[in-house]
């Protein structure tokens, strides 16, 4: 009976996904349509432009329940993926009973009346010719949450309907109303924290992230328990976070986030790849460590296509990684030049990282990506250096590769390969470098371009446009919904008087703006081996910005140096991301010491060029300001 009624309400979020990755597809077109009529014709709508953010809004709302179905709401599994399946069904009823169904509860109630105040006020757009019934979009939040409730009592039912001791799963919910009694009793006594709960708040986020749980739901539950139990907070600080999950949903910028997802999933899809990797490695495999530089070279071109981390690193993984081992070459150097190229999509534009770090700073992404160029070509030529070096002085790590195949015929199949992404990276990056068109808007033309390589290709299908827009949904869904939970983490801290803690600590207790810069980057690389950027951009780096503005850093400078940070941390044993998916990717052809071995040269290479630009700031500014 249980897992019919759950059979039943994952229907309801598979067709919710569906419909928010049909929708996906529409904005995309939208979107190219409103350009090309303000564009070319002077005609623009504001009716129009107001519906491409509305599709915007649902896409990402209803992603929420299809996600969590999926399990795309991503969580630290660094002990998760070793506990016993009991041990994981647990975790999963924890994660909905404790964090996901009482945040929903708040949020949906204080939802409710936003939308119902809109309802009543007959809200309408405040620009003119925009569009009325403003309550509607707003009902959206209350349809989000009332189909994410549903969908965790339905991960409920299943993780119990799993689990097979049911009575150590007793055994955990009596501990734990064990602890709530004691903290009521504590709380109802008005006890005093023994320590700052700044402090206790960040410690208990922590512990629930490495324990497994679901990263957003775990800053969303955190939020909530600590305005719970300080009286000085309370819960009508959350009252305000449906009206800044609005303001979220406003963000014309963030929309830019699901466009250059799908774009870069169709490109995943199109084998571009493959065909990058194949006739680049056939082009510099006359070179000692050609087949290396061959793949610093590919990843650079997905890096900037595609911006997908994970996508890059696997298909690599997938396609050079044997070819280069065929070939006699060390597994070390090959494993270090696939995950530190697949990791360039960190920092080259249009990068998911400086988009979001342009949204949280309050900065111009345009100006972002054009600061990123010299940084990320730095990288480029000290990998490319490194590897030339290397293979000249350890000559059997990297051996040319002797082809019959006419040089001439190489080479211009080599340019009928590159050139068709090229071209794409060319007018995407080029139109907001140049301001003719908005990230968005330029991210959606990207869409129609990768479409049009993966007719050219002959790749396109019914199935790829399928996989790419569902693909979509899920992971926007888990970037917006960890925005959310970070919103609600920040509106408590700030209320503790967190913000201001640490303001006193950099700019009173220390005072010195490069032993800010020197602690604030230790940070956020140690927690880069732990949790992902998102969550670094929406947690951390909040904290950091007025910090920012009162030692008059630059904040452009500042956001490229995280960027780089960030992009290190990916590549550092033991946690770093690359490596699980090098690794998961290619199995047992490279030992993880391999794979370690082989980073750590690289992990050297990105920490001399963020010296490079700490020490020379004005080498971003290269390409404008």
């Known amino acids: 009976m249980n897992t019919q009624f759950s059979y039943y309400l994952d229907r309801i979020s598979k067709y919710a996904g569906y419909l928010a990755a049909i929708l996906v597809i529409i904005l995309s077109l939208l979107v190219v349509y409103d350009a090309t009529m303000r564009y070319l014709f002077s005609a623009g709508s504001i009716a129009l432009q107001e519906v491409e953010w509305h599709l915007f809004d649902v896409v990402f709302l209803l992603g929420l329940t299809y996600a969590l179905k999926h399990d795309k709401h991503v969580r630290v599994d660094i002990f998760f993926e070793r506990y016993y399946p009991d041990t994981r069904c647990i975790v999963q009823i924890l994660s909905m009973l404790l964090l996901v169904m009482p945040f929903s509860l708040l ?149 830019a986030v699901p466009l250059f997802i799908f774009m870069g999933l169709i490109l995943e899809k199109s084998k571009m790849a493959e065909g990058l990797l194949l006739s680049m490695g056939k082009l510099f495999g006359s070179v000692r460590g050609g087949l290396a530089i061959s793949v610093v070279l590919v990843g650079a071109i997905l890096a900037a296509s595609t911006g997908i981390v994970g996508a890059s690193v696997v298909m690599m993984s997938l396609i050079a990684l044997p070819l280069m081992l065929k070939h006699g070459y060390s597994p070390a150097l090959a494993s270090g030049s696939i995950a530190a190229s697949g990791t360039l999509g960190q920092l080259i534009p249009p990068s998911i990282v400086l988009i979001i770090l342009g949204d949280q700073m309050h900065l111009s992404v345009g100006d972002l990506f054009r600061a990123a160029v010299v940084p990320g070509l730095l990288l480029i030529i000290l990998y490319i250096i490194y590897i030339l070096v290397i293979s000249y002085f350890k000559k059997d790590i990297a051996p040319a590769i002797v082809s019959d195949e006419p040089y001439g015929a190489v080479l211009k199949e080599a340019i009928k390969e590159i050139i068709p992404p090229l071209l794409l990276i060319a007018v995407v990056l080029g139109s907001i470098f140049a301001g003719i068109a908005s990230p968005s808007e330029s991210a959606a033309i990207g869409v129609l371009g990768a479409v049009a390589l993966a007719v050219g290709k002959r790749t396109f299908s019914y199935e790829m446009l399928r996989y790419a827009s569902i693909e979509t949904v899920k992971l926007t869904a888990m970037i917006f919904m960890i925005l959310i939970g970070a919103t609600a983490f920040s509106l408590v801290f700030n209320e503790l008087g967190g913000g201001d803690m640490a303001l006193q600590f950099f700019t009173g207790d220390i005072g010195d703006k490069w032993t800010f810069i020197l602690i604030a980057m230790l940070v956020i690389f140690l927690l880069g081996f732990f949790i992902d950027f998102i969550e ?90």
């Not at 023994?194 to 708040?201: A, T």
């Not at 550092?572 to 991301?577: I, L, M, Q, S, Y």
């Not at 690359?578 to 199995?587: D, M, N």
């Open 107 to 255: 949020f949906l109630n204080d939802a409710f009346d936003m939308t119902l105040q809109s309802y009543l006020q007959h809200e309408v757009s405040s620009d003119p010719g925009g569009l009325t019934e403003r309550w509607m979009i707003k009902a959206m939040l209350v349809v989000a949450f009332v189909l994410l409730i549903l969908q965790a009592l339905s991960e409920v039912l299943k993780a119990y309907h799993r689990l097979e001791n049911k009575i150590a799963l007793i055994k955990t919910l009596v501990g734990v109303a064990l602890v709530a009694t004691l903290v009521y009793i504590a709380w109802y006594n008005r006890m005093a924290f023994w320590f700052d709960p700044v402090l206790l708040m960040f410690g208990m986020a922590l512990i629930l992230l490495m324990t497994g749980f679901q990263v957003a739901f775990v800053f969303a539950g955190v939020a909530l328990f600590f305005a719970l139990i300080s009286d000085e907070v309370g819960l009508g600080v959350l009252e305000m976070l449906p009206y800044r999950t609005y303001g979220i949903m406003g963000n014309v910028t963030l929309m």
């Open 536 to 625: 670094i951009a929406f947690v951390v780096v909040p904290i950091l910005v007025p910090i920012i503005a009162s030692f008059h850093i630059d904040p452009i400078w500042f956001a490229i140096l995280i960027a780089m940070n960030l992009q290190a941390s990916f590549l550092t044993p033991p946690f770093g991301f690359a490596l699980f998916y090098l690794k998961g990717a290619a199995g047992d052809k490279v030992s993880t010491g391999s794979i370690y071995t082989g980073v750590i040269p690289f992990i050297g290479l990105q920490l001399l060029a963020l010296l490079i630009i700490v020490l020379f700031p004005d080498l971003i500014y290269l390409f404008g300001e």
